[in-house]
């Protein structure tokens, strides 16, 4: 297809949700691929790093910064096994202190890095976290611990390793968790949309702990699921309304092109315009929008992962489309605004 043209290519935008990974590395070093994404998705983008990303935050909307989101990649080899995920952060922040040089354009990527801490390993997750902040006092912000499981094992596919069912209830997940607060850091939840009573549930026992829902809850239209989009989207609906009650919550407007969702545009030949996205979207992200307020919403890319069902350039137009009739002032806590707050990011001038 031929590139679209960039809507509105002076909006500033954060985009508080993306990955590194080289997992044609990892499967040469027999190591664990990534464990958010690894799927046909990634079989098409097999090596995401750094001049990879910058030639879609560079490819015509205006990117400012970025929040790198974990995904098992880049851990260390030796070690503690529960220090070895320090390894990603690590990494990660010597790829923001690249941007951070200028070299790169005025962009910041990974400004934010959200880690991860096995939440149940009792006392050891404090040592965890205090090594994910040394490693990067700065841009550290907190942890992903995905809860992601469904009856179905065909629903999350290769991701189905054996995560129990119900692990933002467990006593132990609760016993970490309870740490986080007292560190300054955050949460991040990747969870499927049956599972969102956890979510509320857990937002409601620490309201004092910031929570990030990330890809609206992630709808299910695949394996058991296919063809049940619209059947679901009312639970679905009474759900975030729910969770929208804790004011402890944001919401991530984004991930609705990965295959748990399964719309008409995911891998379709040719690929989907950014009309057809937005009109597949809209519902979802119109919801949260209402439910939330502008205030508690960020557009987010999950990149390189989205990618099945467009390229960057075509995603945030999709997004644009979608807030085409918010005010100025929204646009601003849609595209940069709540991510720049929510994760403390700290941006020169623009």
């Not at 990892?26 to 958010?36: D, L, M, N, S, V």
Request: contains cysteine.
């Amino acid at each position: 297809m031929t590139a679209e043209p960039i809507l509105e290519p002076d909006l500033p935008i954060v985009d508080p949700h993306h990955h590194l990974w080289d997992s044609t590395a990892a499967i040469r070093a027999k190591a664990p691929p990534p464990t958010h994404g690894f799927s046909k998705v990634t079989a098409k983008s097999p090596r995401y790093l750094l001049d990879e990303l910058l030639t879609d935050l560079t490819s015509g909307h205006r990117v400012i910064a970025t929040v790198y989101l974990q995904c098992g990649s880049m851990y260390r080899a030796e070690g503690p096994a529960h220090l070895r995920a320090v390894g990603e952060t690590e990494f990660v922040n010597g790829v923001a202190a690249m941007t951070a040089s200028g070299l790169y354009g005025p962009v910041r990527a990974c400004a934010g890095i959200m880690g991860f801490a096995d939440l149940t390993s009792g006392a050891l997750v404090q040592e965890t976290l205090e090594a994910h902040i040394a490693a990067a006092p700065a841009r550290f912000r907190g942890v992903r611990h995905g809860a992601s499981w469904d009856a179905d094992p065909e629903v999350l596919g290769p991701l189905n390793r054996g995560q129990p069912s119900g692990l933002y209830r467990l006593d132990t997940f609760r016993e970490g968790f309870a740490k986080l607060a007292p560190l300054g850091l955050s949460f991040d939840a990747w969870l499927l949309e049956p599972q969102l009573p956890d979510l509320i549930d857990l937002a409601r026992a620490f309201p004092q702990t910031p929570i990030v829902l990330d890809h609206v809850g992630t709808p299910l239209g695949v394996a058991s699921y296919a063809g049940r989009l619209p059947e679901r989207f009312g639970v679905w609906r009474d759900n975030i309304r729910a969770l929208a009650k804790s004011d402890n919550v944001t919401v991530k407007l984004g991930g609705l092109a990965m295959a748990f969702c399964n719309f008409p545009s995911f891998l379709s030949e040719p690929p989907a315009s950014s009309a057809q996205l937005a009109e597949e979207w809209r519902p979802y992200i119109e919801t949260c929008i209402e439910a939330f307020g502008v205030e508690r919403c960020m557009f987010e890319s999950n990149f390189p992962v989205d990618r099945g069902a467009a390229d960057y350039r075509t995603l945030w137009n999709a997004f644009k489309r979608i807030a085409a009739g918010c005010s100025a002032d929204e646009k601003t806590a849609l595209f940069s605004g709540v991510a720049t707050r929510v994760y403390r990011l700290d941006l020169p001038a623009f």
